[in-house]
C-alpha cells in the first residue's frame, strides 16, 4: 500500500452477505470481520473488528429490504462503529433501498416515508451512496450524501436477450416505469407499450389502457420492482386483452417478492422472470434468471477508489 493511501475495506450487513461477498470477491479480497446480531429483545447489537477498518476507507454494504428498519438501522450502526474505529471515509452501497416508494403522498395523513428515511440516512454522514435503480428521483435528490445511482439495465437487458423474438414489444406497467422500459426497448431495439395503471390499494391495481401497439406480440414487462406481482399481472392481463400473445418475459431489478409472487406469474402465461440479487431471493427455479450485481458495484468501486488496495482481514 503506497503511503497515504487508505485500502478499502467492505463490511456487510446481514441483509444481503451473499452479494456482499460476490462484490469482495470480484476485487480479490475478503469482507472485514464483523458481527451482527438480535437481542432477545429485540435490539440490534453490531461489532466491527477495529483491525479491519482502522485508517481505511470503508464500505458497507446493506439492502434495506425486509426487514427494511432493522436493516437501516444496522446500516446505521454499522456506519457508527466504523467510525469510532478510526475509519478515514465511510460509504454506504444500498443496492436496493427501502421505502424508495414512500416518495410522495397519495392522501392527506400519509407520511413522506422516502424523504424521512432519507434524513435519518443523513445522520450516518456517509461520504458517498451507491445505490442501483432507485425507484424515482426524488429519492436520489432526497439523500444529503453524494449518490451514485447505478443501473442494472444493461446486465438485466443482457440477460434478457435469449428470450427476446423479433415479434416482442417492451411494456411499461405504468407510467412511472415509463423511463425504464424506454432504456431497455432502446438496448433491446424493440417497440414500447405502456400500461395506465390505477392502485387501489397495496394489494390491488386496476388497469384503465394500453398505449401502443402489442397485438400479436410477446410482451416484455420491465419494472425497477416487484413485490405483490400485482403490478406485472394486470399488466399481463391488459396485454393479453389487447391480443398479445399468452406467454410473457418479465424482468425487473430488485425481487421484494412476497411469498407466492412467481407462482402468480405462472398463471398469466410467465416464460422467464429476470431479476437481479439486489435482494436474496428465497427459492428460484429454471424460470428465474438471476443476474449479479457484483461486478457493477466492483466496477464502481474500483473507480471511485482508484489505486484501489483491499485490506486483507
Ligand atoms: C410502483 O410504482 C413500482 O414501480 C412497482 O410497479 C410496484 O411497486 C410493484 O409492486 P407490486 O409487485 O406489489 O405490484
Not at 470481520?33 to 466491527?48: N, Y
Amino acid at each position: 500500500m503506497g503511503a497515504g493511501v487508505p485500502s478499502l475495506a467492505i463490511v456487510s450487513g446481514s441483509a444481503n452477505v451473499a452479494l456482499a461477498s460476490s462484490i469482495v470477491r470480484e476485487l480479490g479480497a475478503s469482507l472485514a470481520r464483523c458481527q451482527v446480531e438480535r437481542f432477545p429483545d429485540g435490539e440490534i447489537h453490531v461489532e466491527v473488528e477495529p483491525e479491519d477498518v482502522n485508517g481505511r476507507d470503508v464500505v458497507v454494504v446493506q439492502s434495506t429490504s425486509k426487514d427494511a428498519g432493522d436493516h437501516l438501522l444496522e446500516l446505521l450502526f454499522l456506519a457508527d462503529a466504523c467510525r469510532r474505529a478510526g475509519a478515514a471515509s465511510v460509504s454506504a452501497a444500498i443496492p436496493y433501498f427501502g421505502y424508495a416508494r414512500h416518495d410522495r403522498r397519495k392522501r392527506p395523513g400519509e407520511p413522506l416515508g422516502a424523504r424521512v428515511v432519507a434524513d435519518v440516512l443523513g445522520t450516518a454522514h456517509f461520504d458517498r451512496v451507491l445505490a442501483i435503480d432507485l425507484h424515482s428521483d426524488v429519492v436520489e435528490a432526497s439523500i444529503a450524501a453524494p449518490v451514485e445511482h447505478l443501473s442494472a439495465v444493461p446486465l438485466v437487458a443482457d440477460a434478457l436477450r435469449k428470450h427476446v423474438t423479433r415479434d416482442a414489444v417492451v411494456v411499461a406497467p405504468d407510467l412511472g416505469g415509463v423511463r425504464l422500459a424506454r432504456e431497455y426497448a432502446r438496448i433491446l431495439e424493440l417497440p414500447l407499450a405502456v400500461v395506465h395503471k390505477v392502485r387501489r390499494s397495496a394489494t390491488h391495481v386496476d388497469v384503465e389502457r394500453v398505449a401502443g401497439e402489442v397485438s400479436g406480440r410477446r410482451a416484455i414487462i420491465v419494472d425497477d420492482m416487484i413485490a405483490t406481482g400485482g403490478t406485472i399481472i394486470a399488466a399481463a392481463h391488459a396485454v393479453s386483452g389487447e391480443g398479445a400473445l399468452h406467454e410473457v418475459v418479465v424482468a425487473a431489478t430488485h425481487a421484494v417478492f412476497a411469498p407466492q409472487t412467481v407462482g402468480r406469474f405462472r398463471e398469466v402465461g410467465l416464460e422467464q422472470l429476470v431479476v437481479t440479487n439486489t435482494v436474496p431471493l428465497a427459492a428460484a427455479d429454471h424460470s428465474v434468471t438471476v443476474v449479479s450485481v457484483a461486478p457493477l458495484l466492483a466496477a464502481r468501486l474500483r473507480s471511485h477508489f482508484p489505486g484501489i488496495v483491499l485490506g486483507d482481514p
